[in-house]
């Protein structure tokens, strides 16, 4: 019987793992954690991983500080921090990614609040995996502050994996 006929088996389409970073160790430490011990130590990473940065608005970020005199003039200068630091951080994931041999990595950056663009990026990529840095606020913060970890744990429709950086013995 002629080979005409035989179909090709598809290779085994690559799950999605979206990696939430900011600009704290935190979620640096996340990204170096699931590089070293899920994605590179594979020969064929079963994993597309796509990290994501959630810029905050400008009017956010003025909002933070609280009203200020003058507010207009001051928001070009607050959105030029925020694009300096969404630089910095995405050449900074895109660096560990290459510097591990990750060179397939997609890098995003997405204006929002960031409990919202994570779970958004779930959907979007149709992830299975969310991984998120834990900045280890105590209780009466996390109640304060709202915790972005806590927030996708609850709402982002994949699997969460919240990654804690081992505190230093000093």
């Known amino acids: 019987m002629a080979s005409c006929c035989a179909k090709k088996i598809p290779e085994r389409e690559k799950q999605v793992m979206v990696v939430g970073v900011d600009d704290s160790e935190y979620s640096t430490y996340a990204l170096e ?53 969404a630089a910095r951080v995405t050449e900074q994931a895109k660096q560990l990614c290459i510097n591990k041999s990750v060179n397939d990595a997609i890098v995003e950056v997405v204006e929002g609040d960031p ?26 913060k996390r109640a304060v502050l709202g915790s972005v970890s806590d927030y996708c744990a609850h709402h982002a429709h994949c699997t969460v994996m919240i990654v804690k950086k081992p505190k230093t013995k000093h």
Do not use: Q
Request: proline share 9%; hydrophobic share 50%.
């Open 33 to 85: 954690w699931i590089l070293d011990h899920l994605i590179t130590p594979s020969p064929t990473p079963i994993f597309k991983l796509v990290v994501v940065f959630a810029k905050p608005s400008v009017t956010s970020a003025v909002g933070i500080i609280g009203p200020v005199v003058g507010a207009p003039e001051v928001f070009p200068m607050v959105e030029a921090d925020i694009k300096r630091t």
């Open 115 to 140: 409990r919202n663009v994570l779970c958004e990026a779930v959907e979007k990529h149709h992830a299975s995996v969310l991984v998120v840095g834990s900045h280890g606020y105590g209780a009466i």
